[in-house]
């Protein structure tokens, strides 16, 4: 069975798939500090909680944060024998080669979305990721990641007011009831949610206007459940996008490895 790995900035994510389907999803805090031991105590103790008998043989990880790598590679190494695929290195294949300047390093979150993506919807679409930042990825007509944009990320737009700015508290992003604030903490939610909406939109539709196509979004991240309760943002959310696309890059890698 293969253990999928998703590190982000402020979350890391294990899903175990046994080839057809994902049996459990693991969710724990991303920290560079976390030993291998760390990893296996916690992961062990979850799958035991939920009753699961898993051999697991394979590993792929994709991270966005790089020092916690090391300490990922060893706990696929000591404690199930594998020797992990790391999206971004030069032995990892892509199904796709990204199309940007020379030299760039893209995000591999950004490039295991843009594979899992094209592998439900096919070309012509843009991926906007919800998490620590937001990130919408242009996946060209036959699945290559072209670029995108890079955004602040809703929670760190709130803790960047927080952290400048005396008077405004921690808090935590909810949809307002409206857009005029009548206290700080409402006032906050409506900059940064409505204000989100129309960074969303207005990004999406100057990508369709500069590509000249009709062009699909497909939304997933943490907090993209809450962006979708608005309606005509997305034409997709799908939670599991990343851990799709990490099946996807391991199915490729194993049948032209
Ligand atoms: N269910 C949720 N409700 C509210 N906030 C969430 C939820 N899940 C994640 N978040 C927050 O959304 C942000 C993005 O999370 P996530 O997508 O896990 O980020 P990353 O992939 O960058 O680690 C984080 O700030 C996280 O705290
Ligand atoms: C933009 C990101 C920080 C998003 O990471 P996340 O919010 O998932 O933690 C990550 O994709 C990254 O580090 N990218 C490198 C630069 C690039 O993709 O162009
Ligand atoms: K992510």
């Known amino acids: ?20 389907e994902f049996l459990c ?7 560079h500090s976390r030993t291998a031991d760390a990893y296996f105590t916690w992961y062990s103790t979850l799958v035991k909680h939920y009753g699961l ?43 796709h080669q990204p199309r940007v300047d020379e030299g760039t390093q893209v995000g591999p979150d950004r490039l295991v979305n843009s594979a899992g993506a094209f592998d439900r919807h096919g070309g012509d679409l843009i991926v906007v990721d919800f998490g620590t930042a937001t990130t919408f990825d242009v996946v060209d007509h036959d699945g290559a990641y072209v670029g995108g944009a890079i955004a ?10 927080h952290m400048a700015a005396a008077a405004l508290p921690h808090v935590d992003i909810a949809k307002p009831q409206r857009v005029v604030g009548t206290n700080t903490v409402a006032c906050m939610q ?10 969303v939109r207005e990004i999406c539709t100057r990508i369709r206007e500069e590509r ?29 996008l990343t851990m799709h696309g990490l099946t996807v890059i391991h199915r490729y890698n194993k049948e032209n490895g």
């Not at 069975?1 to 057809?20: E, K």
């Not at 939304?219 to 799908?238: H, I, K, R, W, Y």
Request: glycine share 8%; net charge negative.
């Open 212 to 240: 000249d196509r009709p062009m699909k979004i497909v939304a997933t991240g943490g907090l993209a459940p809450l962006f979708q309760q608005n309606a005509d943002l997305f034409d997709a959310m799908e939670e599991d």
């Open 1 to 20: 069975m293969l253990l999928a790995i998703d590190c982000g900035n402020t979350n890391t994510v294990f899903s175990i798939w046994d080839g057809t």
């Open 53 to 95: 008998d898993v051999d697991i043989t394979e590993v792929i990880i994709s991270s966005t944060v790089p020092r916690v790598v090391f300490n990922l590679r060893v706990f696929a190494d000591r404690f199930f024998g594998a020797r992990p695929i790391v999206v971004g290195k030069p032995e990892c294949l892509l199904p």
């Open 152 to 161: 602040p990320g809703v929670n760190l737009s709130l803790e960047a007011l």
């Open 190 to 199: 409506s900059g940064v949610f409505w204000g989100y909406v129309g960074l």
């Open 25 to 31: 999803t693991l969710r724990t805090s991303t920290h």
